[in-house]
């Protein structure tokens, strides 16, 4: 795969863990949220809705400018990962992180599928990847599997242990 050298070099997956970004260690976040959950409309609430606030929650996630402290909540399980996305927010590339979603289908009431790409300082590092959304105490969340799809992109070993259990 011709990406695979690219996301060594520049260090995606701390680009990933911010998720991919949820590596940086940003300042301020620009959530749309103020209650600090992220954006939360549950598929009940409308495919739309929900649609909506998957993108704005999976580009937050991926946001260099997202703190640690917001990635570990957008994060499925995110506690589980929390060391690793502070230990990749150190990086000095995961400051040029962000994502972009291109669309969000198959909305049901717990998951969707996001198709998106990982940019790095504004460039496109890996597109058109698909992963999964969650439903997950009340916000919708970047899916551990998809994370950790990710982090395996990086590295062919060493995956944190919660990364066995997401699939």
């Not at 260690?25 to 598929?43: E, F, Q, R, Y």
């Not at 400051?95 to 291109?102: G, L, M, P, Q």
């Amino acid at each position: 795969m011709r990406f695979r050298p690219l996301i060594r070099r520049i260090g995606l997956i701390p680009v990933l863990a911010a998720g991919f970004g949820l590596v940086l260690g940003g300042c301020g976040s620009s959530s749309p949220s103020s209650s600090g959950k992220g954006s939360g409309a549950s598929a009940s609430s409308g495919s739309s809705s929900a649609a909506s606030a998957i993108k704005a929650n999976w580009v937050e996630f991926f946001a260099a400018s997202t703190p640690v402290s917001k990635r570990v909540q957008l994060l499925q399980n995110g506690q589980e990962f929390a060391a690793l996305i502070t230990a990749q927010a150190k990086s000095p590339l995961a400051s040029s992180a962000s994502a972009k979603v291109s669309g969000v289908t198959g909305v049901t009431s717990s998951q969707a599928m996001v198709k998106y790409s990982i940019l790095a300082a504004g460039q496109t590092a890996l597109p058109n990847q698909t992963g999964v959304a969650v439903f997950q105490d009340g916000t919708w969340k970047v899916g551990d599997a998809s994370f950790c799809g990710l982090l395996r992109l990086e590295q062919a070993t060493g995956l944190p242990p919660a990364c066995s259990r997401a699939g």
